[in-house]
C-alpha cells in the first residue's frame, strides 16, 4: 500500500529528461578514459567456411596502431563454450569470438585493430587482407524449412502447450475453414545508438565495463565468466541505454572484444560497431507460420492447428513464443502447436520486441480476419463470439482479462460501427480506404529483484537497483513511488540505475520491469516507513509513541498522524536522533510460486487501423491507429502512452517497411544500413490514439503492473494487414506489405 | 599511408559561443571531432552515413549532419550543438518542450531531433502538422516518439517567438 497517490497514476515527465535535451545523459561510447584505445572490428565476408590466412603486414604499419588481435594470437579466454552462457541465451553452444579459423556466419568479427585513434584504427582496418576457403552456405529459410525439427532443449518457459482434442479431426468436420501460410522476414533491432563498450583500466586486471547491455549483472557475469576474473574486478555501469528492444539482452561482440583487448594491452578501450555491423548480430528471426482454423456456420471455433517454422544459427536453438497465443486467446476445445526451427548459417537470432507475439499474431488475427469474411460477421463480432475467460493452455485462472473493455472502448474512439464490410467500398478520391482490427495479447511476468531505498541527511530520498532504463521510463516510475511512498516531491528523489554495485535486478525485458523493480522499491519503502515509525515512537514524548502505519502518513518530509495532522515528526529530527546518518532498507520481490501455480496474466489490446492506399500506385499509408489496452495498473500515463505509441510505430515498420534481405549466393544481408533497412520516419506516422481501459488486478504483481512495453507493437501489424484487405480486396500474407505485393 | 603529426591543419571556428582553434588532420569527420576531441558527446553517432540524424548540429544556422562534415572544413563557421542550446541557464524552448510532451524515450535521438527542430522552426516549415512530420522525417526515432516530437515543434512554433533564439550563436 502506497501512503497515498500522489504521484502514481499521474502523468509526471520524465526525471531523466533534463539530461538527455541537453545533451548531458552518457552512453556507452562517451565515458572518458585516460590513454583510452580505439578498437575496429573487420567481419567475415564469407558465410560459412574457415579463414586460411590474415595479412596484418598493411594494417600494421599504420602510425597508432597498438595490436591487431585474430584467432592466431587471441589472448586466453575460456576454453568451454559453456563458459560463454548468458542468462538468457538460448539452449545451444554460444558464439565465440575470434575462437579459431571456423566462419559460421556472414560478418562474424574475425580482426580487431586496436589504435591509439579511431581513425587510425578505421584506416587500419581497411588494409587487413584475409583468404578463405569457403564452403557452400545455406541462408534461405525457404530451403531449409524442409529439414527443420523440433528443438530437443526447449528455452525455459517457452514450450508450446500440450495439444487438446483433436484439432485434425474437428478441423475436418467443420463447416467453415481457413487454412494458409503467413510469413514475416527477418528484422533488425537498429536501436539509434549502435553497440558499444568503453572499458576503463584500473590495473591489477580491475576493470570498469561502460556497455550498451539491458543487464549490467548478466554483462558482468559473462565477462568475469569467459575471461576468469573475480567479479568483483567487474564493475559495468551503464546509466543510460540508447534503445535496447531485445539486442542489449545478451552480451554482444563488442563486449568481448573490447574487454578481452583491454586486459592484454593493460589499457582502457572502446569497441564500437558501425551501424553495417549492426546487422551482423542479433535480430527477430523469419519466421513462416502455417495456420488453420475450423469453425461452425456462426463463427464459434472448433480447431486451431498453428505450426511455426523459425530460423536459427548453427550453433544455439533460439526460440520464442509464436504458436501459444492461438491456444489461449479464443476459446476452442480442439488445438495443436509445433514449434520447430530450421538452421541457416546466420548469427543467432534473439529476443525483439514482444518476441514470438507479433509474428504468432500476425498469423492468427489475419485468420481469424479471412474466417470473419467466410462467416460473414463483423471481426468484432468474430472475436467476441469467442472470447476465452479462462487459460485454456494451462487450465489456469486469469488474474484480470478487460479485453472486452478494450474492444468495445476502442471500436467506439475509431467508429469502427460505421465500417462498410465490403473491401474496396469506402474511397476518397484515388484513395482506397481500409479499415481493419487485431487483438494483442503479451504475458504479464513479475521476476526476483532488490531495490534499497534511503532517506539522506540532506532531506532528499534516494532510490537504488541495477535495472536498467531503455527508454521505458524506469527511471521515473521508480521516483514516483518512491515519492508517494515516503512523502517526498518528486523533486526530491533521485533514482540510480544500471550499476552492478547496486540492488539485483534481471534483464530489462518482457515488460516486466515496472512489475519486478517497481514491486521491489515500494516494499523498500514499506520497509523504511517501519524503521522510521519505530525511531520516531523511541523519541521522548513522541506524538507517534502509540501509532501505527496505518495510523500515520508520510509527507513533505515528515511523518503524521492521519487523524491529527498537526502531531508529527519530521524525518530530519529522525535522522539526527539516529547520530545523522542515511537511513535505508533494502528489500527482494519475487512472484509467488502459489500464484503461479494457479494463475495467469496476461496484458491485452484491440487495435484498429485506417489506411489509405494509391489505388494507381500501390502507397500505403496508415492515416489512424486506435490502441486499447488493457495492462492492469498504469503507473504514468504519459510515459505509458509513449510505450504504447513506440510498440505502435513498431507495428507499422513490421507491416508495411523492415525486411532485411539476404542475397543467398553471397549468405549475406545487402541492405545493411539505415538508408535500405526501413524503418518508420515522422512523415510514415499518423497522429495514435492511445487509451486505456480499467483494470485493477491485485494478483499479477504486488503493485497490479502487467507491463507495457511489448502490447502496443502486438496485434498492430495484423490490424494494418486486415485494413489492407479491406481497401484493397488483397491478402497480403507476407510482411511487409510493399507497394510490389499489392500491385502483383 | 595514414600518419599523424606533419598533416595537421589549424582551423578556427566559434562553438557555441566561444571561439576555438583546433588542429585536425584532413581526414577527421566533425562529429569525431566533437565526439572524440572536445568532449561534447551530446552530438550522437548513429549511422556515420547521414541517414539517421543522431548527429545534426546547427551550421550557421542551418541544420547539417555533422558526420557528413569534415572538420577541416569548418574555418570560420558558427556551430551550435545541443549543449550550446540553452542560454543564461535556461533551457531553449523547444528542449522543455520535448520534456514536457514526452517527445523521447531513450533520449539517443534527441539531441538531433531537437537541433533539427530549432532549425526547421527558424526555417518557416513548422507551418502544420504535416509539414513538421515531412520535414523532420532525416531524424530517425526508434523508440517511436513521432507524435510527440511533432507535438514539441508545434507547440514551440505556435506559441513562441523563437526566430532569433538558438539558431545563430
Known sequence: ?744 | MLSTGNTLTRVAFTLNGVNRSVDVEPWTVLLDLLRHDLALTGTKKGCDHGQCGACTILIDGARINSCLQLAIMQEGKDIVTIEGLARDGQMHPLQQAFIDHDAFQCGYCTSGQICSGVALIVEGRAGSREEIREFMSGNICRCGAYPNIVDAIADVATHLNVSNHGATT
Open chain 1, 1 to 744: 500500500m502506497l501512503t497515498n497517490d500522489l504521484h502514481v497514476g499521474s502523468p509526471r515527465s520524465r526525471i531523466d529528461g533534463p539530461a538527455k535535451v541537453t545533451g548531458q545523459a552518457t552512453y556507452a561510447a562517451e565515458f572518458a578514459a585516460p590513454d583510452l584505445a580505439h578498437g575496429y572490428i573487420v567481419g567475415s565476408s564469407i558465410a560459412k567456411g574457415a579463414i586460411t590466412h590474415i595479412d596484418v603486414s598493411a594494417a600494421e604499419a599504420v602510425a597508432g596502431v597498438l595490436k591487431i588481435f585474430t584467432h592466431e594470437n587471441r589472448p586466453r579466454t575460456a576454453w568451454f563454450s559453456s563458459s560463454y552462457q548468458d542468462q538468457v541465451g538460448p539452449p545451444g553452444k554460444p558464439f565465440r569470438p575470434l575462437y579459431d579459423e571456423t566462419i559460421l556466419y556472414s560478418g562474424q568479427p574475425i580482426v580487431l585493430v586496436v589504435a591509439e585513434t579511431f581513425e587510425s584504427a578505421r584506416y587500419a582496418a581497411s588494409l587487413v587482407r584475409i583468404q578463405y576457403a569457403p564452403q557452400k552456405h545455406q541462408t534461405d529459410l525457404q530451403a531449409a524449412r524442409h529439414e527443420s525439427y523440433e528443438p530437443p532443449s526447449k528455452r525455459f518457459g517457452m514450450a508450446p502447450p500440450p495439444a487438446r482434442g483433436d484439432a485434425v479431426d474437428a478441423f475436418g468436420k467443420s463447416v467453415l475453414r481457413v487454412s494458409q501460410e503467413y510469413a514475416i522476414a527477418a528484422e533488425y533491432h537498429n536501436p539509434m545508438e549502435p553497440h558499444a563498450t568503453t572499458v576503463v583500466w584500473h590495473g591489477d586486471d580491475t576493470i570498469t565495463v561502460h556497455d550498451k547491455t539491458q543487464g549490467v549483472l548478466n554483462s558482468q557475469a559473462y565477462v568475469a565468466s569467459v575471461f576468469g576474473l573475480p567479479k568483483k574486478n567487474v564493475r559495468v555501469i551503464s546509466p543510460f541505454v540508447g534503445g535496447g528492444f531485445g539486442s542489449g539482452l545478451r552480451p554482444q561482440q563488442q563486449l568481448f572484444l573490447a574487454v578481452m583487448a583491454s586486459l592484454e594491452l593493460k589499457q582502457s578501450v572502446r569497441v564500437e560497431l558501425t551501424r553495417e555491423q549492426m546487422f551482423s548480430h542479433v535480430h527477430r528471426a523469419e519466421t513462416v507460420n502455417v495456420l488453420s482454423l475450423g469453425a461452425d456456420k456462426d463463427g464459434h471455433l472448433n480447431s486451431v492447428q498453428h505450426h511455426a517454422v523459425a530460423a536459427t544459427s548453427q550453433f544455439e536453438d533460439h526460440q520464442e513464443v509464436v504458436v501459444n497465443w492461438s491456444g489461449l486467446l479464443y476459446k476452442v476445445d480442439n488445438a495443436s502447436f509445433q514449434q520447430d526451427l530450421a538452421k541457416l548459417d546466420i548469427y543467432t537470432p534473439g529476443d525483439m520486441r514482444a518476441p514470438g507475439a507479433p509474428l504468432g499474431m500476425f498469423a492468427l488475427e489475419s485468420a481469424m480476419d479471412e474466417l470473419a469474411i467466410a462467416a460473414d460477421l463483423d471481426p468484432l463480432e468474430l472475436r467476441l463470439r469467442n472470447y476465452a475467460d479462462a487459460d485454456q493452455n494451462t487450465g489456469k485462472i486469469l488474474t484480470s482479462k478487460e479485453l472486452r473493455a478494450c474492444y468495445q472502448q476502442g471500436s467506439e474512439r475509431f467508429g469502427w460501427s460505421k465500417r462498410n464490410p465490403v473491401p474496396g467500398s469506402m474511397r476518397e478520391g484515388r484513395e482506397l480506404i481500409g479499415w481493419g482490427m487485431a487483438s494483442g495479447v503479451w504475458e504479464a511476468y513479475m521476476f526476483k529483484t532488490s531495490a534499497r531505498v534511503t532517506v539522506t541527511p540532506g532531506g532528499k530520498l534516494e532510490i537504488a537497483c541495477a535495472t536498467s532504463d531503455i527508454g521505458t521510463g524506469t527511471y521515473t516510475i521508480l521516483a514516483q513511488i518512491g515519492a508517494d511512498g515516503l512523502g517526498f516531491a518528486m523533486a526530491d528523489v533521485t533514482v540510480k540505475l544500471g550499476d552492478t554495485s547496486l540492488p539485483a535486478a534481471p534483464v530489462q525485458g518482457g515488460s516486466w520491469t515496472a512489475a519486478s523493480a517497481g514491486s521491489a522499491v515500494m516494499a523498500a519503502c514499506e520497509t523504511l516507513r517501519k524503521k522510521l515509525l519505530a525511531a520516531a515512537a523511541r523519541f521522548p514524548d513522541s506524538p507517534l509513541a502509540k501509532a501505527k502505519l496505518d495510523d500515520i502518513i508520510f509527507i513533505a518530509g515528515s511523518m503524521v498522524l492521519k487523524a491529527d495532522p498537526s502531531m508529527g515528526v519530521s524525518l530530519n529530527d529522525i535522522i539526527a536522533s539516529c547520530g545523522g546518518s542515511a537511513i535505508e532498507a533494502e528489500e527482494t520481490v519475487k512472484p509467488s510460486l502459489l500464484k503461479y501455480l494457479q494463475y495467469s496474466s496476461f496484458a491485452h489490446s484491440a487495435v484498429f487501423a485506417e489506411v489509405r492506399i494509391d489505388e494507381e500506385l500501390g502507397v500505403i499509408r496508415v492515416t489512424r491507429i486506435v490502441s486499447a489496452v488493457a495492462a492492469g495498473r498504469i503507473l504514468n500515463p504519459k510515459t505509458a502512452r509513449s510505450q504504447i505509441i513506440g510498440g505502435v510505430v513498431w507495428g507499422i515498420g513490421m507491416a508495411l517497411h523492415e525486411e532485411a534481405m539476404t542475397d543467398h549466393n553471397l549468405g549475406r544481408i545487402m541492405n545493411r544500413s539505415l538508408a535500405e533497412y526501413h524503418v518508420p520516419v515522422n512523415a510514415d506516422i499518423c497522429d495514435i490514439d492511445v487509451t486505456f481501459v480499467d483494470e485493477v488486478d491485485t494478483k499479477v504483481s504486488p503493485i497490479g503492473v502487467k507491463g507495457l512495453g511489448e502490447i502496443g507493437i502486438v496485434g498492430t501489424a495484423a490490424a494494418i494487414a486486415n485494413a489492407v484487405h479491406h481497401a484493397t480486396g488483397k491478402r497480403i500474407r507476407t510482411l511487409p506489405i510493399t507497394i510490389d505485393k499489392l500491385l502483383a
